[in-house]
């Protein structure tokens, strides 16, 4: 078993920031990519960002240049950072990881999410 902890979400006004945190635990061989989802109430989940074990990003077009996510392979941890936060950010945010549970297997696991507040 896998598990992902997400933290640092809260209640911020617009133009705040906030950093998000989410380590991963368990029977892990290694860790091939993690990122992290968004999702609104009535809304689809959708791509926030993604970074590679080999260091490479992508961004939902919504974010780019304004969020920056990071990882500490050693520690299995992924980091987002999100800054001048508007109110459509708002959602729960939920951390998501490609572990590689075997030489020959990967399993692709999520995290309970973090609520995410951007309002005056």
């Given amino acids: 078993q896998v598990q992902l902890v997400?933290?640092?979400?809260?209640?911020?006004?617009p133009g705040g920031s906030l950093r998000l945190s989410c380590a991963a635990s368990g029977s892990i061989?290694?860790?091939?990519?993690m990122g992290w989802y968004r999702?609104?109430?009535g809304k689809q989940r959708e791509l926030v960002a993604v970074v590679t074990s080999g260091g490479s990003t992508n961004y939902a077009a919504s974010v780019k240049g304004r969020f920056t996510i990071s990882r500490d392979n050693a520690k299995n941890t992924v980091y987002l950072?999100?800054?001048?936060l508007k109110p459509e950010d708002t959602a729960v945010y939920y951390c998501n990881a490609?572990?590689?549970?075997?030489l020959r297997a990967n399993v692709l696991y999520w995290g309970q999410g973090t609520q995410?507040?951007?309002s005056s």
Avoid at 6 to 13: A, D, F, M, N, T
Avoid at 29 to 33: E, T, V, W, Y
Wanted: no cysteine.
């Fill in 6 to 13: 997400e933290s640092g979400g809260g209640l911020v006004q």
């Fill in 29 to 33: 061989f290694s860790i091939k990519a």
């Fill in 39 to 41: 999702q609104a109430p």
């Fill in 81 to 84: 950072q999100m800054n001048s």
């Fill in 98 to 102: 490609d572990v590689v549970i075997t």
């Fill in 116 to 118: 995410v507040t951007v």
